[in-house]
């Protein structure tokens, strides 16, 4: 219940953790730094990956499956690659009681796998572009872990296309970065920010990592999805090669993009309050809970059989509702217990509501007597949820906007990164012309890190606040999970 939930001020780790807990989104497993996901958080994730599953059918994409596990000479075609994920894998080396010829990675990524797999299926520019997305769990032996941000195994999606050009290839690239745009800011209701990694923090073996970058209600930010473009290196490391229509045989330049059930915890840190979770009505598990109130047990029967009207109506129009049955529980309990749970909508129908042909309706992103709007008739009941959910959906991003903004800084100096760092956190945004290892520098020192190279801001030329050389770059840092 909300009255056991460390209020955000106090201990935001903690308040994530109750949240979680409470909720009952997931739990953890015998394993250490795995999780179970219970069916509420597994529905919220289920909502994601319809979210986006549909957008990458619209944008030609077709899903297909891969092996859990890749041979370990596959990971080492690629130097950069192993190199990158070699301290999180997970490696079997017996299989049937007795020790394998070759070791066994368990997947971390799947770009190797995928990449023996197209130099098949690759025969000619005909066969181009491959699109091709798989939904599947992988393995990354984290050593510091918490559920859905950084788990050693997690759900998510990787896409990987294979390209006759750079340029069709880079093209890929960004139009799925701005199909994670679309999502985040559309159906998770969190504003994003797009834009290039550093060479510190790309993806072991791309060319150039794209990111959206989100801001949490603690000013942290979080990497919420990724888009790599690969250039050539594992087309030559596997020989994905074609004919093209001169008939002189090419490299294919691919692509990989991902993301993951990380994205629930984005949801829950971006909109989530003392109370519990904030959900985003597009993706909520449950958009409408009713619940029905009397006292005497002859106002029971009348109250039910408008609440399954209700019900009918909102199920018929399409909005995902539940009627809360519980006879054991208050309902000032039922009450706290869906807003923790994050339910945008709660209806509530008692004795003087059947009368009236009305009911009263309740929003969880405004708790209290604002978020209450009386005598909705039933006859319209379904309008008027639709209508409100909207409204929801739309304030949710506009509040998470503004807090976004509150938290953005700009900086012209290290001595004023770090103080404004260490006094508000959240973005600070400034010139950059660091190299890697001025980079490494600011982590060490105030373990802030280079989010992304902003896409879309031309700003004019500078000074780099820790270099003091002149560039017409922007960067922004952030501590982050």
């Not at 309990?333 to 009911?359: L, T, Y």
Request: charged share 25%.
């Amino acid at each position: 219940m909300a009255d056991k939930i460390t209020p955000q001020d106090e201990d935001y780790s903690r308040w994530y953790l109750d949240v979680i807990r409470d909720a009952e989104l997931a739990e953890s497993s015998p394993v250490r730094g795995s999780m179970i996901i219970r069916p509420y958080g597994y529905a919220l994730w289920e909502a994601i990956q319809s979210g986006l599953d549909r957008r990458f059918k619209e944008t030609g994409h077709v899903n297909a499956y891969f092996p859990l596990f890749i041979p370990m000479s596959f990971l080492e075609k690629e130097a950069e690659h192993v190199e990158g994920f070699a301290p999180e894998l997970a490696v079997v080396t017996i299989g049937g009681g007795n020790t394998l010829e070759e070791p066994l990675v368990v997947r971390p990524t799947s770009e190797t796998i995928i990449g023996h797999a197209y130099a098949k299926w690759i025969q000619s520019y005909r066969d181009l572009p491959l699109l091709i997305n798989q939904w599947a769990n992988v393995v990354r032996w984290e050593m510091r872990t918490r559920p859905f941000l950084r788990t050693t195994e997690f759900l998510w999606q990787e896409g990987h296309t294979a390209h006759a050009t750079e340029s069709d290839a880079v093209e890929e690239t960004l139009r799925m970065l701005d199909v994670y745009c679309d999502f985040a800011e559309n159906d998770a209701a969190i504003p994003v920010i797009k834009g290039l990694k550093s060479d510190r923090e790309k993806f072991a073996g791309a060319v150039n990592s794209y990111t959206i970058e989100g801001m949490m209600g603690n000013g942290w930010a979080l990497q919420m999805g990724t888009s790599h473009y690969l250039g050539t290196k594992f087309a030559e490391a596997f020989n994905i090669n074609f004919l093209d229509q001169n008939n002189v045989n090419q490299f294919c330049h691919t692509t990989s993009w991902g993301i993951s059930t990380r994205m629930v915890g984005a949801i829950i840190m971006a909109h989530g309050d003392d109370q519990g979770l904030r959900l985003p009505p597009v993706l909520a598990p449950i958009q409408v809970v009713i619940v029905p109130i009397w006292r005497k047990e002859g106002e029971k029967a009348p109250v039910m059989t408008m609440v399954e009207r209700v019900r009918s109506a909102l199920v018929d129009s399409g909005i995902r509702a539940k009627v809360d049955l519980r006879e054991d529980q208050t309902p000032g309990f039922k009450f706290n217990d869906w807003e923790m749970r994050g339910v945008p909508v709660r209806v509530e129908i008692g004795p003087s509501d059947v009368q009236q042909e009305s009911v009263v309706f309740a929003r969880r992103d405004q708790l209290g007597k604002e978020g209450k709007t009386f005598g909705i008739p039933v006859a319209g009941v379904a309008e008027e949820a639709h209508a409100l959910l909207n409204a929801i959906q739309s304030s949710l991003r506009e509040q998470a906007l503004r807090g976004r903004e509150e938290k953005t800084h700009r900086v012209s100096s290290y001595e004023e990164f770090q103080t404004v760092l260490q006094e508000q956190g959240g973005f600070l945004h400034a010139h950059w012309a660091g190299t890697t290892e001025d980079e490494e520098r600011i982590h060490d020192e105030t373990k802030a890190t280079l989010r992304c190279l902003p896409m879309g801001t031309e700003e004019g030329e500078g000074k780099c606040f820790l270099t003091g050389k002149a560039t017409n770059k922007t960067a922004i840092f952030a501590r982050a999970y």
